[in-house]
């Protein structure tokens, strides 16, 4: 029997910063371009992409990859990295990490690379993007998070007066 030993060295991620969700995500054996790319065209997929969006990372070669900065600039995105050595610049990523490890991956031994991948991408969409709750959003989970704020927008917007333009 092989156990697969999941290191999240070499997977990917792509969080929205307002809600906490996670919206791209690749797992890989090797880090290559190949696998910000995927989570990106995930994203991509997944999210509308207006101006002035921006993907912040750290400074990995990966994201500095052409293919990868070709991939940003053709979808308008103002591409961000963080500081030298400084994890802090990109604490959404590194607390989800510590979260995906602790209560997904570290609790498990999977048989396969294919079964880390489907465990963990169940993990993401139905415990921590659906139910596990998040203090920053008010103890809510980041998919109740989002419907309530666009419910709330919706609300807003219905009780303008006519002739105002609203942008969200």
């Given at each position: 029997?092989?156990?697969?030993?999941?290191?999240?060295?070499?997977?990917?991620?792509?969080?929205?910063?307002?809600?906490?969700?996670?919206?791209?995500?690749?797992?890989?054996?090797?880090?290559?371009?190949?696998?910000?790319?995927?989570?990106?065209?995930?994203?991509?997929?997944?999210?509308?992409?207006?101006?002035?969006?921006?993907?912040?990372?750290?400074?990995?070669?990966?994201?500095?990859?052409?293919?990868?900065?070709?991939?940003?600039?053709?979808?308008?995105?103002?591409?961000s990295m963080s500081?030298?050595?400084?994890?802090?610049?990109?604490?959404?990523?590194?607390?989800?990490m510590k979260t995906l490890k602790h209560e997904e991956v570290l609790l498990n031994e999977y048989e396969t690379f294919k079964e880390a991948t489907a465990n963990i991408g169940r993990f993401i969409e139905m415990v921590y993007n659906s139910k596990r709750l998040h203090s920053s959003l008010g103890y809510r989970p980041p998919v109740e998070f989002e419907t309530d704020s666009i419910n709330l927008l919706n609300q807003k917007s219905s009780t303008l007066t006519t002739g105002m333009t609203v942008s969200f």
């Open positions: 029997m092989c156990i697969w030993s999941v290191s999240l060295s070499i997977s990917q991620l792509s969080t929205d910063a307002f809600s906490r969700r996670a919206i791209g995500w690749a797992l890989r054996r090797h880090l290559d371009t190949e696998l910000p790319r995927s989570a990106l065209q995930m994203t991509l997929a997944t999210r509308a992409v207006g101006p002035g969006l921006i993907h912040h990372s750290d400074r990995g070669v990966q994201y500095a990859a052409g293919d990868y900065i070709d991939m940003l600039t053709k979808n308008s995105i103002v591409i500081r030298r050595g400084n994890p802090y610049d990109n604490a959404y990523a590194e607390s989800f």
